[in-house]
């Protein structure tokens, strides 16, 4: 069997490979951990829906009526 050398277009591909796979392993993570945060405050974050909620008028109570 005979070895033969890579070139180094070859080198050089597996390096930005490696470094594409760095970056994607990165986005990954930090999409998991998002995730994780979110399910682990159970619902406290509430997302803009175009609709006042009670909760977004200062002062005003639960159940007070205008």
Do not use: C, W, Y
């Not at 470094?19 to 990954?28: D, K, S």
């Not at 682990?40 to 002062?59: A, K, S, W, Y």
Request: proline share 2%; net charge positive.
């Amino acid at each position: 069997m005979v070895m033969h050398r890579d070139s180094e277009m070859h080198v050089r591909r597996r390096g930005r490979n490696l470094g594409l796979l760095v970056v994607l392993i990165g986005f990954i993570a930090v999409v998991f951990a998002v995730t994780v945060v979110k399910v682990r405050t159970g619902g406290l974050q509430e997302g803009f829906d175009h609709v006042l909620r009670p909760q977004m008028i200062e002062g005003q109570t639960e159940g007070a009526s205008q």
